[in-house]
C-alpha cells in the first residue's frame, strides 16, 4: 500500500477538525494525558469505571487473563444489571426523570399514545412485573428468552426483565425473516420469546405473531410465547401456550427482587453473521459487558445530565442493545426511541424529532446519512437542529464526503463527530475520538478509546506503526465476547488463531498513518487484487461517491482471466441523474482521475438502492453472486429484495458472466 501514495490522499483528505474550543471548555474530558493514565494501569483504569456501577458484592480479581482467550473480568463480584440501569436511579430520587421519549411511526394519528413519556419510575414497575411472569412461566437464571419485538419501549422491558431474573435474551431483528427467526431461536434453545401482534411500517401493521406462529411447530423447546399488542390486529393467540403481555402484566406482583448475578455470567446471545452462511451467537457478560458500555457511553458522548441523546439504531442490533439500552440506562441518560422509518410520512422525520425533543446527541449510520445527502438539504429547511452538540457514526467507514456533509449540515458546522469503530463481538465502543479532545480527520475512526490497544500487522505478519494490513485487538477489554454460543471451537478459531491466542482477529483491513490514526479499510475479505494491485473495495468506492452524481456504491472483486480480478460497481445515482452509458464512461474516467487507471470498474450496474441487510450494510457476497449470475438464496432478509432482480436482470443484459 505504501507504493501506492495516491490511494491514501483519496481516502484521507486534508482537513483536519480539532475540537471547537467551545466544546472543550464544557467537555468532560479534555486532558490527553487520560490516555497515558489508562495505559500506565488498564486494570486501574477500567476498575474506576467498574466502581462506578453498584455493585452487590464486591471483586477480587479486576482481570484473569492466565488461560486466553478466556478472560475473566470482575471475577467474584456480583451485581445486577437491571437493578444498575433502573433501582438505583430511582433510590437517588430521579425515578421521575425522562428514560426514553418513544414516538411512534403514526405518532401525529395516535393520540396521547402516540408519543410516550417513559420515566425510569415507569419501566423499573414494568421491569419487575414483566420478570415475575417470566417467572411465572418458569423462566429462570441460564434460561434463554427469544425477543423478536418492535421498536417500543416494552422491547427494553423484556430485556431489562431478563437481566432482572438471570435471563439470557437473545434478540432477534424484528424485520427478519420467520426462518431467520427460526434458526436463532433453535440453535439458542430458546423457552419463551416476547413478541408483538405486529409491527408499523410505513403507515401498515405488518404481522409479527403470524411469522412466529408460522414456526413454531419447529421449535419443539419453545412453550411460551408473550404477545405485545402494538397495533390492534387482534392476532390468534393459543390457549395456554400464548400470553397477552398487557393482561399479564397489568396482574403480575409489582414487586421482584434482582437476581445477584456473577460478573462473569452471561447477559445475552446476540447473532451475527459470519464468513460462512451459520450466524454466530455472540456471547456477553454482565459486569465487564456493563463496565464498558456505561464508560464509553459517557466518554466518547461526553454526556451531560440534561442531554436528550437518541441513538437512531435499531435495538435488535448490538448498537440498540449496548447504546440504546443498557448504556444509556446505566448512566440515567433521557433519551429518544423512534418507532418507524426515517421518510416516513416524509424526508424530514428525523428532523422534525430533532427539533420537538431539543435532541442535542445523534448516534447513526453512514448509510443513512448518505440518504440524506441523496434527498437534498431543501429538507433542512425550516428544522431548528440547533440543540445538536454532537454527532455519531457507526457502522461501516464513513466517506469523507458524508463526514463533511454530516458535520455541515446537520452539525451546523459546530458538532464534533465522534467516528466510533467496534464490533457486535468487542460489545462496545473501541476506536473513537473523544470529542474534547481528538482531533478529528473525516474518514478515520481516529484513536483507540483509553484502555484499548489496536495494532495493525503486515503480510509478514509482524506490527507496523504505520501503513496498511489487518486489523488487531492486543489486550483484552472488559466488554468483550466470551465464546459462540454452543461453539467454543469456532470461536477460537475465528477470532484467536491467526496470530495466536491473546491476539484478537478483528476481520477488518484497516491503514496506520503517521498520526497513530486509525483508517478502517474494509472487511479483509474485501481487498480486491487486480492485475498485482491491491486495491480495497472502500477506496473504489469512496472514489465513485466523490462524484457528484453517484449516491452510493458497492464494488466487489469478479474473477478474470487477464487481470486476476476485476472490479464490477454497483451504483445508485442521485436523484435526476441518468443512468447510461455516457454516464458508465463518465465514472469510469473519475476513477481513473482519483486512483488510477486500473482501479477503473470493469463493468457497472445501476439501481435505486443496493441490496441490503434490514442494520443497512450492503451484501457483498450477494453481489458477487449476482454478478456472477448464479442462481440466488433466500433474499428475504433484504429491505428491498425487488433491487436484486434489477440488478440481476442488467448483468444478463449486458452479457456479464
Ligand atoms: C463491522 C462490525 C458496531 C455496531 C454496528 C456494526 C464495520 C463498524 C465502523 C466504523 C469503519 C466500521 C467494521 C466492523 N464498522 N463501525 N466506525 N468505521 N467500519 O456491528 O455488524 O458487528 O459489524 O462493521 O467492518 O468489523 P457489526
Known amino acids: 500500500m505504501a507504493e501506492e501514495p495516491e490511494l491514501d490522499v483519496l481516502l484521507s483528505t486534508e482537513l483536519t477538525f480539532p475540537p471547537p474550543s467551545g466544546f472543550v471548555a464544557g467537555a468532560g474530558w479534555s486532558d490527553p494525558a487520560v490516555y497515558e493514565r489508562a495505559a500506565a494501569d488498564p486494570e486501574a483504569w477500567w476498575a474506576g469505571w467498574a466502581e462506578e456501577l453498584e455493585w452487590i458484592e464486591p471483586w477480587h480479581t479486576v482481570l484473569d487473563w492466565s488461560d486466553p482467550p478466556h478472560a475473566k473480568w470482575f471475577e467474584g463480584g456480583k451485581l445486577n444489571v437491571s437493578a444498575n440501569c433502573l433501582d438505583r436511579h430511582v433510590a437517588a430520587g430521579r425515578g421521575g426523570k425522562v428514560a426514553f421519549h418513544w414516538e411512534a411511526e403514526d405518532a401525529d394519528q395516535a393520540g396521547p399514545e402516540g408519543r410516550r413519556v417513559i420515566t425510569y419510575d415507569w419501566l423499573l414497575d414494568q421491569t419487575q412485573r414483566f420478570a415475575n411472569v417470566l417467572k411465572g412461566l418458569g423462566v429462570g437464571k441460564g434460561d434463554v428468552v427469544g425477543i423478536f419485538m418492535p421498536m417500543i419501549p416494552e422491547t427494553a422491558v423484556a430485556m431489562l426483565a431478563c437481566a432482572r431474573i438471570g435471563a439470557v435474551h437473545n434478540v432477534v431483528f424484528g424485520g427478519f425473516s420467520a426462518s431467520s427467526l427460526k434458526e436463532r431461536m433453535e440453535v439458542s434453545t430458546a423457552k419463551a420469546l416476547v413478541t408483538a401482534d405486529a409491527t408499523l411500517r410505513r403507515g401498515a401493521p405488518m404481522p409479527m405473531k403470524e411469522k412466529v406462529d408460522g414456526v413454531l411447530p419447529d421449535l419443539p423447546d419453545l412453550e411460551h410465547v408473550v404477545v405485545v399488542n402494538r397495533c390492534g390486529t387482534g392476532c390468534a393467540m393459543l390457549d395456554g401456550r400464548d400470553i397477552d403481555w398487557q393482561e399479564a ?32 451467537g455472540i456471547v456477553h457478560t454482565t459486569g465487564g459487558y456493563l463496565t464498558q458500555v456505561a464508560a464509553t457511553h459517557r466518554m466518547v458522548f461526553d454526556l451531560k445530565d440534561d442531554d436528550v441523546y437518541w441513538c437512531a439504531a435499531d435495538i435488535g442490533w448490538v448498537t440498540g442493545h449496548s447504546y440504546i439500552v443498557y448504556g444509556p440506562l446505566a448512566n440515567g441518560t433521557t433519551s429518544v426511541m423512534y418507532e418507524g422509518a426515517p421518510d416516513y410520512p416524509g424526508k424530514d422525520r428525523w428532523w422534525q424529532i430533532i427539533e420537538r425533543y431539543r435532541v442535542s446527541i445523534l448516534y447513526t449510520a453512514p448509510t443513512v446519512i448518505r440518504s440524506f445527502m441523496k434527498w437534498g438539504e431543501a429538507l433542512l429547511a425550516g428544522h431548528d437542529l440547533s440543540s445538536l452538540r454532537l454527532l455519531g457514526s ?33 460489545g462496545a465502543i473501541m476506536i473513537s475520538p473523544l470529542p474534547g479532545i481528538t482531533t478529528t480527520k473525516p474518514g478515520s475512526a481516529t484513536l483507540p478509546l483509553p484502555g484499548i490497544k489496536a495494532a495493525i500487522m503486515d503480510e509478514s505478519d509482524e506490527m507496523i506503526e504505520e501503513g496498511g494490513g489487518t486489523l488487531v485487538l492486543t489486550t483484552p477489554w472488559p466488554a468483550m465476547a466470551r465464546t459462540l454460543y454452543g461453539e467454543p471451537e469456532r470461536y477460537i478459531e475465528t477470532y484467536w488463531s491467526r496470530y495466536g491466542n491473546d491476539v484478537y482477529l478483528v476481520g477488518d483491513a484497516a491503514r496506520i498513518d503517521e498520526d497513530g490514526y486509525v483508517w478502517i479499510v474494509g472487511r479483509i475479505d474485501d481487498v480486491i487484487n487486480v492485475s498485482g494491485h491491491r486495491l480495497s473495495t472502500m477506496e473504489v468506492e469512496s472514489a465513485l461517491v466523490s462524484n457528484e452524481g453517484v449516491a452510493e456504491a458497492a464494488v466487489i472483486g469478479v474473477p478474470d482471466d487477464a487481470t486476476g480480478q476485476a472490479i464490477v460497481a454497483f451504483i445508485t445515482p442521485q436523484d435526476g441523474v441518468e443512468a447510461g452509458d455516457g454516464f458508465t464512461i463518465a465514472l469510469r474516467e473519475h476513477v481513473a482521475e482519483k486512483i488510477g487507471k486500473l482501479a477503473r470498474p470493469k463493468r457497472i450496474y445501476f439501481a435505486d438502492d443496493l441490496p441490503k441487510t434490514r442494520s443497512g450494510k450492503i451484501m457483498r457476497r450477494l453481489l458477487r453472486d449476482i454478478a456472477d449470475g448464479k442462481e440466488l438464496g433466500d433474499v428475504s432478509t433484504l429491505r428491498d429484495p425487488s433491487v436484486v432482480d434489477s440488478l440481476a436482470g442488467q448483468v444478463k443484459a449486458s452479457g456479464g458472466r
Do not use: F
Open 394 to 426: 457507526v457502522g461501516e467507514p464513513i466517506n469523507p464526503r458524508a463526514w463533511l456533509w454530516y458535520h455541515e449540515h446537520i452539525g451546523g458546522g459546530r458538532c464534533p463527530i465522534v467516528d466510533t469503530w467496534w464490533q457486535t463481538e468487542t
Open 249 to 280: 402484566v397489568a396482574a403480575a406482583d409489582p414487586v421482584c427482587v434482582p437476581e445477584p448475578m456473577d460478573a462473569e455470567d452471561p447477559l445475552y446471545i446476540l447473532y451475527t453473521s459470519g464468513s460462512t452462511a451459520k450466524p454466530k
